[in-house]
């Protein structure tokens, strides 16, 4: 039986992943990491925690002592690491946990992988999930690809491009067989909602103002979770070690356009009157350092390794409003307490 670490993964996309790997994979050990930090939720794997490939571990992977026993204690075959600070305002805000976590947190992985795994490196993977920030921002134009130069705008994504660069560094140097993948947007049901897409359909459904940066022209490339799920599989059984793909679905959105059609969309299935949510809307001070437009050329990905969306943008954003609204309790005990001190700091003050 092969033994998987999954970090992060009782966050948005590690609870999907996980998911996933642990129903797809009964001959696979998943052991999965995570700090449960305000973003991690053991709520997003009630339907798995008892299955017998599966199991929970809590741990920071700052913490050497730690992440090097697990090594030991599981023996490791192969690491998806998704575990990170994933928030660009929290990162403006507090850029200190994103170094520790995003950049000391990948380190202290990479050398207990290479603790463990020596010369005896046949069939080992160290996976490393990031992101399309790290390319920076587009003009009206173009499209990043695996070759664009990295050029990280805010603490978040420069600590995933410091910690990409580390990745890669242990490949050459090392021989670490490592993978990267860099994503655009996710969107669908359990992603915490201090990001834009369960934030407003949170607060639609609350009639509450609904916070656009700026003049909401800002473009942001989506794709559905499920997706970017099938995208890590394929990448770590057929990626070649060392190559860095990027993932995205080719759907731009300008967010002023995102948030009226989530209006238009949550007004129909609440039975409330056209037009109604979007006098909701409300412009605010725009993120500092705010990064114009992404958009990603997934084409090496689909060419060397046959991989194509399967959720069009119109099905998941029908799928996405479905599983908010559906989740109810979810989402009342993810925004009480601590989010609504979040809130405050964030939305507060801002005009
Ligand atoms: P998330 O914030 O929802 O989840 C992050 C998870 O990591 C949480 O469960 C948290 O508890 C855990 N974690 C944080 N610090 C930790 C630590 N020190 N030790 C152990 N666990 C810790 O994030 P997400 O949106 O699911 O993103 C997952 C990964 O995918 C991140 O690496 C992110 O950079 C990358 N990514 C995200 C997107 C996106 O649109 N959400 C797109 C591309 C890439
Ligand atoms: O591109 C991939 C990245 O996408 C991931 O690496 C990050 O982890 C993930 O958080 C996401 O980053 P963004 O900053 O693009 O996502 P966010 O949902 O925070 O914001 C999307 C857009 O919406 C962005 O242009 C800012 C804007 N926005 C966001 C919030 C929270 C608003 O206008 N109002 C808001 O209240």
């Not at 916070?211 to 394929?234: E, Q, T």
Request: hydrophobic share 35%; aromatic share 12%; proline share 3%.
């Amino acid at each position: 039986m092969k033994t998987i670490l999954i970090t992060g993964g009782a966050g948005f996309i590690g609870s999907h992943l996980v998911r996933h790997w642990v129903e797809k994979y009964p001959d696979t050990q998943v052991v999965n990491l995570d700090k449960l930090t305000y973003a991690g939720n053991l709520e997003n794997l009630k339907d798995i925690e008892s299955r017998p490939n599966y199991t929970f571990e809590k741990g920071d992977i700052v913490d050497a002592d730690h992440v090097k026993a697990l090594f030991g204690k599981y023996r490791f075959d192969a690491v998806i690491h998704l575990a990170a600070e994933s928030h660009v305002d929290r990162s403006i805000a507090n850029p200190m946990d994103f170094i520790m976590t995003n950049i000391v947190g990948t380190v202290t992985l990479l050398n207990a992988a290479r603790a463990q795994w020596g010369n005896d490196l046949e069939g080992k993977l160290f996976y490393h999930v990031s992101t399309d920030e790290v390319y920076g921002s587009l003009g009206e134009e173009g499209f990043f690809t695996e070759t664009t130069r990295y050029d990280p705008r805010s603490p978040y994504s420069a600590s995933k491009a410091s910690s990409d660069h580390i990745v890669r560094s242990y490949f050459h140097t090392y021989g670490l067989p490592a993978v990267i993948s860099n994503c655009s947007n996710n969107y669908g049901g359990f992603q915490f909602p201090e990001k834009l897409i369960p934030l407003v359909i949170n607060n639609i459904k609350n009639r509450k103002p609904i916070p656009v940066y700026g003049k909401g022209l800002n473009v942001r490339d989506w794709l559905f979770v499920g997706d970017h799920v099938s995208a890590i599989d394929l990448i770590f059984h057929k990626g070649r070690k060392g190559e860095t793909y990027n993932v995205g679905g080719h759907n731009e959105k300008r967010n002023i356009d995102l948030v009226k059609l989530l209006c238009r969309i949550v007004d129909r299935k609440l039975g409330r009157a056209e037009g109604e949510s979007e006098k909701l809307i409300t412009y605010v001070q725009d993120r500092a350092g705010h990064d114009l437009r992404y958009a990603i050329d997934s084409s090496k990905l689909s060419g060397e390794l046959g991989w194509k969306p399967s959720v069009t943008f119109e099905q998941g954003m029908e799928l996405t409003v479905d599983w908010y609204l559906q989740h109810e309790e979810w989402l009342r005990n993810v925004t009480s307490g601590e989010y609504q001190k979040y809130y405050q700091g964030q939305y507060g003050g801002r005009r």
